[in-house]
């Protein structure tokens, strides 16, 4: 199951090679690729970075199914 999700912000959200302050104010959007391993594609601007975190996936289906 894939569920996308657009924000302009994820709170302590850091990507690996992220400069703080690169990129604020511009909005990111989330591809959720593999619920059960929490990997997302995100992507921002003209790049796109692989993350896995398996709380948040969790989080985000559990608000979803709520509204």
Do not use: C, H, N, Y
């Amino acid at each position: 199951m894939g569920v996308g999700a657009s924000a302009a912000g994820v709170a302590g959200l850091s990507l690996a090679g992220e400069k703080p302050g690169s990129g604020d104010g511009e909005p990111l959007v989330l591809s959720l690729r593999d619920a059960k391993k929490g990997t997302f594609d995100v992507f921002s601007g003209g790049s796109k970075v692989t993350i896995t975190d398996q709380k948040l996936a969790e989080k985000l289906l559990k608000a979803v199914k709520r509204g």
